[in-house]
């Protein structure tokens, strides 16, 4: 905690880098690209898995778990799945190591061990999945089946950034099947809602709901549904994705079933994924110069109590505190009293406003006396002394503020960073000045998005669900434009 | 459900692994020697995890994650570790497939995307973890430090068993350090403790806690704990370790702290798992030719209600049924009614008893009208009529009752197939007709060990740490033996 983090304004990339290592969240690990989650991003990540697979299991998903890999005969039949991902597999060729007889110690492959059919790590998981669903669905009466599987998958990225953009994450991937294309576009739509819900109400993230181009939709799907947010530099972050793959896995794997009326029909299927990326917009989207701004309903740590005594005092102090540690606790708050004596409450505040704890309690036995608590808010920073007799319902009632405070400085954020353009000059300005979302008209072809990504390095984030068609004139091409597009440069 | 299991006392691996199957807990995957973990049999392995991450964190441990692959030059560094599983460890060699020039539509390794360095896909994380520590640890202010990992891990086994023995499987593994052998120890002894009460109380299996002998001792530890619970086939399963790796692990990877004092020592360090074998024990300790018997701690579903009914009266009866169901979840008990309407009793009865649901409650409209309800368990296949109005009470005392049976049940098995020899006639024979444990006099040398292991195929589970030191002879040797071990026939 000896120095201060790089600011925001100066090197935002470097301040996100830094205080993720330096907030306890997570570090680059030794296997090159791969990162070691640490304990405190860690229980982060655990908050955000248990309310996402309660929202799960409510929408009456069950969980299973399906193999790490793929073989290649498996992982090639759904072809636009495969080419999507075959550049960035780690395949395991073999299954064996021996002692190396030119390096005693050390260790090489059994060149002998070799697989017959080479292993991939999975990327993503649907042709391991639909290769078993054509062994569970038979009749209409199997379905829909509402499978969701929490698991690691690699995909070898050359340039990567903790939680971000890593060679191997940490995700949840439902898989589900359905009778009708109907009911699999409204599962697709369901799960999108479920998306956006736990990014706004828990991560106080607001996010726009939309459609990807056909440039941006995950391979082998028809449509890619999405949530995009917005940082605080101005760039987007796909914070979830919901895709309709039609018939494409059923077919590539002859996944069919009996309709009621007797006939044989092939499935109709869904994926539908978040991430550790998850901890990345968390981060990047609420935090300051000073740390981490954490979202009450998702902090490890909601109150950190820190005594204020002088030598010898501490053991009393402590003792005076517990009834107001037990009344928060009772309240269902998680609070931590930092009982450390080796370290300055100047020290420990610091260090509490880095890990992005909402509030923080500083007690020592004057203010005891006077029957108040000094209490500061993280993310206004606000001071305030607050009596001790309702602290617990103080204290409760300022963690449902501090929660919607930091939705709604996101909020208008994005607001103040959404700008509608109708000429390509002005969207050029605007990205290299503004930045945030550029809501422009698009003609629609993957060429036009194409060259404008080339040309600005922004990519159409979606055709947002809440936009009206509205004819227009592409700013680029001049050709008719249907619909005004979100475009960003994104993470 | 149409036809019947095989017997257990027809062939018990049979009866096992169909038993898996059609309870719905997993099957073989597409991919050689791994399984799905299906809905039903994950919903199981959710509630072991829960309940021992629970007694993990109130032990004082954090969870965290490591990454899934080990570079080579990490994996070698602890060299007796790396020796014990360098024959089978999944490789990664290359990161990337391409079109395969010969034949179009399908994929090949791209022979330019050869990795530097090969990745060896995590048998055990003890190698990337302790590579991790050295940066984590620099004083005795960093100690203890007890971290806990959930994941997948990958041992390329040639002949697998769903559950018991499979390529991959999940886990949990614990890797802690601390600034004395005695603390080590402790922690050692202290996480055997919680495995074995977690065993007893929760899976309703006795265990035998006990050390290892040197040939079964985890590659690299000064000393293996583990629990060793008896199939109903008389065999042993191994169904927890924990391991005290002394300085070995520290000095591989070179973490070392400064003391009070100021000097430099090397730390000490544990590690400890559990993983999805545990399912396999839990099906194999207490099922029967009828399916499975789940202790109500861990079933998913603990009361099955069946309506019993004529044409047309189910939507009545279910209403009538409501407030039971009601009552029942109100008390925390997991309740599922089967309401469908295209199955007879029969059927629903034989599938829930496949599925080993602990209590069944069988209602119609007469029992209703009399005030009872049938209600058979699983367990002993007892059936009495019950009256309704305290219902909820009667359903919750059973359901204590049966975890208590099924546990004692176990128990006495265990108690009339444990026999103590001191001569190797009696060893074999004992081996050959009662199985079990066999408590024998040992020499405690490997190479008595390895012979019996020859002769017999059994091995020693463990030195008890309940059974006292007892001079003898060893019966195979005629050497003197300072304690009497366990041996059994193991999976």
Known sequence: MSKSLPKRSEDYSLWYNELVKRAGLAENAAVRGCMVIKPYGYAIWEKMQQTLDGMFKRTGHQNAYFPLFVPKSLFEAEEKNAEGFAKECAVVTHYRLQTDP????????????????????????????????????????????????????????????????????????????????????????????????????WMALPVVKGVKSENERFAGALETYCIEALMQDGKALQAGTSHFLGQNFA????????????????????????????????????????????????????????????????????????????????????????????????FKFAEWEMKGVPVRLAVGMRDLDAGTVEVARRDTKEKMNLPLADIVQSVDQLLQDIQTNIYNKAMRYREQHTTRVTTYEEFKRVLDTTAGFVLAPWDGTPETEERIKEETKATIRCLALNEPDEDGVDMLTGKPSARYAYFARAY
Request: net charge negative.
């Open 102 to 201: 030119e390096r005693p110690g050390k260790l090489r492959v059994d060149p002998n061990a070799k697989l017959e059919e080479e292993l991939v790590v999975r990327p993503t998981s649907e042709a391991i999945i639909w290769s078993t669903y054509k062994n569970w669905i038979q009749s209409y009466r199997d379905l829909p089946l509402l499978i969701n599987q929490w698991a690691n998958v690699v995909r070898w990225e050359m340039r990567t950034r903790l939680f971000l953009r890593t060679a191997e994450f940490l995700w949840q991937e439902g898989h589900t099947a359905h009778a009708t294309a109907e009911e699999a576009l409204a599962e697709t739509r369901q799960m999108l809602d479920v998306y956006a819900e736990f990014a706004e109400e």
């Open 251 to 346: 077919k590539a794997f002859d996944v069919q079933f009996q309709t009621k009326e007797g006939t044989l029909e092939h499935v109709w299927g869904t994926s539908w994924g978040v991430s550790t990326r998850l901890m990345g917009a968390l981060v990047m989207a609420h935090s300051d110069d000073e740390g981490l701004i954490l979202p009450p309903k998702l902090a490890p740590i909601q109150v950190v109590i820190v005594p204020i005594y002088k030598t010898g005092q501490l053991d009393e102090l402590l003792e005076r505190i517990r009834p107001m540690q037990q009344g928060l606790l009772e309240r269902g708050i998680s609070v931590k009293v930092d009982d450390r004596d080796t370290e300055r409450p100047g």
